[in-house]
């Protein structure tokens, strides 16, 4: 019987398919979660965070003198940044990070203009050619000014990347999608430790991290299609009946026989987007409620990418370190999505900064070189990685729909604040060497607190104006 309903179902939406217009939501929804198709282009698409990864986090090595186990020359080394010209070498992972920002403000908006395709293909070729120019430089200066421009196109790739793959995601498989990018961003982040230990110098380990985008970019020009969203909305006949045919050869989901014209950006009549500002004037509270998130998104950033920049300074093998910190984030991406579903958005996300916290006050009275030390951090990586994952959750259920992608992108732009002094918590521990804890615990348990002034999420339906929050939170707070 199961089966039969099944069939009558399929049968069905290819009978809607005929009659009616249809969104690029309807069409993924009828191809499923099966499609060989739309499979490939979320794996291409989240191999993408794989090379990205490399180039983000190669940092680790290419910054440090790393003396307890590695013949690596790094930039430090070759060029004497040692004493008082320490901090030039965190100046270059800043300009990384600066780069980032620049990227996020300027790249999102020619992806809407041009193309996601185009835009995501130039970014992975520009990380190539700017690393290896980087692999050439004579001089901190240059050196610095390559890092800028591989950071304004791997924010680049990684968002256009992220929103190409998930506008190629049915309903049924954005949770799979989730889990996926987050897994193949650990495998290059992983991949990093073995490519630092056969590099003889720096330059081979940037061109190692940077040369498979251009790889990765190659394939995806031949295999990876333009985004159905972002053709509808241009109305490109020609592409779209391409996209339909590739997706559907046999047409078994009768959507090869579709026409372009058939298909509608969306079927209701959204309400403009309207200014963030002015939103947040209207409605005094949601300013507390994006204070709050834009202040978690930083904290996270900044710890994030401390403890993973920070992990080639432990005592121990330096290869062995990098590789736990990043191991430790597969659990984290796969739980966390469980344990928001079964205790709510804000207990994960109030609790992992608070066990954060706990294992950064932790290590302050701990020795170095000890197994339990090793553990802490990895418990402080593991509680932050899951928070990074549930904020984009939990912001994405907070922010309405009118003023989403706004608010979401401003407060990604603003966490590089984060990224940005990042690279100095190493600068912290030349000042006192448990002072990178006190500033991490610090940080983390002011994050975890202030979630409980935020509402909960968890089986409430997505608001569509700042009104409806508003609204709903009066309700609750009866």
Request: charge should be neutral.
């Amino acid at each position: 019987m199961e089966e039969i309903d099944i069939l009558n179902d399929k049968k069905t939406n290819c009978e809607e398919m005929d009659s009616e217009k249809q969104t690029p939501d309807d069409i993924l929804k009828v191809l499923g979660k099966s499609n060989h198709f739309l499979l490939s282009c979320i794996i291409l698409t989240g191999l993408s965070w794989t090379v990205l990864s490399m180039t983000g986090l190669n940092a680790a090595f290419i910054t440090q003198t790393c003396t307890n186990c590695t013949t690596m020359i790094s930039i430090v080394d070759e060029w004497g940044l040692r004493d008082s010209k320490s901090y030039l070498a965190d100046l270059t992972t800043t300009g990384f990070m600066v780069g980032n920002m620049v990227g996020g403000a300027l790249v999102a908006q020619y992806a809407d203009k041009y193309g996601r395709k185009p835009v995501f293909l130039l970014c992975l070729a520009g990380i190539t050619f700017s690393g290896i120019l980087a692999a050439f430089s004579t001089n901190i200066e240059t050196f610095f000014v390559c890092r800028l421009f591989q950071g304004v196109f791997y924010t680049g790739g990684a968002l256009v990347g992220w929103v190409l793959g998930y506008e190629c995601a049915p309903l049924q498989l954005r949770c799979f999608t989730n889990v996926l990018f987050g897994l193949t961003w650990v495998l290059g982040y992983c991949m990093v430790a073995p490519l630092a230990y056969i590099s003889s110098t720096w330059r081979w380990l940037i061109v190692y991290t940077s040369f498979p985008n251009i790889i990765l970019a190659l394939i995806c020009y031949l295999y990876l299609p333009e985004s159905l969203y972002y053709l509808v909305s241009e109305g490109r006949s020609a592409e779209i009946k391409d996209w339909l045919r590739r997706a559907d050869p046999k047409n078994f989901n009768n959507v090869r026989s579709l026409e372009p014209a058939q298909i509608v950006h969306t079927k209701i009549t959204q309400e403009k987007p309207r200014s963030l500002i002015s939103e947040l004037l209207k409605y005094k509270i949601f300013i507390v409620y994006t204070s709050v998130l834009i202040y978690l998104w930083i904290c996270d950033t900044f710890i994030y990418f401390g403890l993973s920049l920070y992990s080639t300074h432990l005592a121990g093998n330096v290869y062995v370190n990098y590789l736990l910190m990043g191991l430790v984030e597969v659990p984290a991406y796969i739980l966390s999505p469980i344990a928001m579903n079964k205790y709510g958005r804000k207990f994960v996300l109030s609790g992992t900064h608070i066990l954060a916290a706990l294992s950064f006050a932790g290590l302050i009275f701990c020795s170095e070189g000890n197994t339990v030390t090793i553990a802490l951090w990895m418990l402080g990586k593991f509680s932050i990685s899951c928070s990074f994952m549930s904020i984009y959750v939990y912001a994405s259920e907070i922010f309405p729909t009118n003023i989403r992608n706004l608010s979401i992108g401003f407060c990604e732009t603003l966490s590089r604040i984060g990224g940005i002094l990042a690279p100095y918590v190493t600068t912290l521990g030349r000042i006192w060497p448990s002072l990178p804890m006190v500033v991490l615990g610090f940080i983390s348990l002011l994050g975890g607190l202030l979630v409980f002034i935020m509402p909960e999420t968890l089986n409430k339906p997505l608001p569509s104006t700042i009104h409806e929050i508003s609204t709903r939170d009066e309700r609750d707070s009866v």
